[in-house]
């Protein structure tokens, strides 16, 4: 009799055991925020995600510790951005030992930029490692949608048994991601064609610009971490004077000296931090990619409407 109960018992414990595994979230490894939002997005309860390069992070610049190799050897996906984004992840992966299918969110992009040769001939810094093509294809919800696309299809080859799910929630969110890009649309339309001319540190808009017709002046030979020279600030005011630019935004990372220093010499009015390659944290403003996009237009067209 005691012999029977504890076989009972020990396949109750095993069949709880069971099911508790198949229940298990599927651990998903992001390079940086705004893929880990998306995938928290379209994976809903049936993911857990761990984001490398954290809130107001630096992805360019970024440097590994142990956990994060850890991180990746434990997962059962990762996502990367690609275009050059992350330039040490390649080989934290090899290092991490990890079997885990690693995706490229910007895979199905339907256009490629490349950074202008006028800025590629300045780009005498470390902060861009990636040559001639612009990674930062998020800036334009076109393709941010496309990054959907290409993580709800990866979650699902991953774990078919959830694939329902995972599709349910990126079509949701695609529809809220069109709605979103009309909304970019209309905003930016409110502001007349020759006020729309934005100075920021860093060529993070380029998809930006491209996708709803705004000019960005981004200096170039600014390093996050470097002091430019006199003769790059002199440019850059010219720029700002002839160009008759008044809207200079900081970022939320990087140093903020130099958009400072350049509005006390030209007058410029400095707008609030923008954020470009990563989401603020959760009490932040721009906590997910749709806040993120809401954020920065909002800003950015307060800012044009100040041109002259
Ligand atoms: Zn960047």
């Given at each position: 009799m005691k012999k029977t109960l504890s076989a009972l018992l020990l396949v109750a414990v095993m069949i709880m055991g069971a099911s508790a595994a198949q229940a298990e979230p599927l651990k998903v490894v992001a390079s940086f925020t705004i893929l880990g939002d998306l995938a928290k997005q379209v994976g809903g309860d049936d993911v857990t995600v761990t984001t490398l390069v954290g809130p107001n992070g630096d992805a360019h610049v970024f440097q590994p510790t142990p956990s994060d190799a850890k991180a990746l050897k434990d997962a059962d996906m990762i996502i990367i951005n690609g275009l050059g984004f992350e330039g040490w992840m390649g080989r934290l992966i090899k290092a991490s030992g990890t079997k885990a299918?690693?995706?490229?969110?910007?895979?199905?992009?339907?256009?490629?930029?490349?950074?202008?040769?006028?800025?590629?001939?300045?780009?005498?810094?470390?902060?861009?490692?990636?040559?001639?093509?612009?990674?930062?294809?998020?800036?334009?919800?076109?393709?941010?949608?496309?990054?959907?696309?290409?993580?709800?299809?990866?979650?699902?080859?991953?774990?078919?048994?959830?694939?329902?799910?995972?599709?349910?929630?990126?079509?949701?969110?695609?529809?809220?991601?069109?709605?979103?890009?009309?909304?970019?649309?209309?905003?930016?339309?409110?502001?007349?064609?020759?006020?729309?001319?934005?100075?920021?540190?860093?060529?993070?808009?380029?998809?930006?610009?491209?996708?709803?017709?705004?000019?960005?002046?981004?200096?170039?030979?600014?390093?996050?971490?470097?002091?430019?020279?006199?003769?790059?600030?002199?440019h850059l005011i010219q720029q700002i004077q002839s160009g008759k630019t008044r809207a200079l935004f900081l970022e939320s990372m990087g140093n903020p000296n130099i958009i400072k220093q350049l509005a006390a010499e030209t007058g410029a009015v400095v707008g609030p931090a923008l954020y470009t390659d990563a989401l603020s944290t959760e009490s932040g403003p721009a906590a997910t990619y749709q806040a993120l996009m809401r954020y920065n237009v909002t800003a950015l067209v307060k800012a044009m409407q100040q041109n002259p």
């Open positions: 299918p690693v995706v490229t969110a910007s895979a199905g992009i339907t256009k490629t930029l490349t950074l202008k040769d006028t800025e590629d001939k300045n780009h005498d810094h470390d902060h861009h490692h990636h040559g001639s093509i612009d990674p930062h294809a998020w800036q334009s919800i076109t393709q941010g949608r496309m990054y959907v696309k290409t993580i709800a299809g990866a979650l699902q080859k991953t774990d078919p048994a959830n694939a329902n799910n995972y599709g349910e929630r990126a079509a949701k969110l695609d529809t809220e991601l069109a709605a979103l890009d009309a909304w970019v649309k209309t905003e930016i339309a409110t502001v007349p064609a020759d006020k729309r001319r934005v100075i920021t540190t860093h060529d993070a808009f380029g998809y930006f610009a491209d996708a709803y017709q705004v000019t960005f002046l981004a200096p170039t030979g600014f390093s996050t971490d470097d002091e430019p020279s006199a003769k790059e600030m002199k």
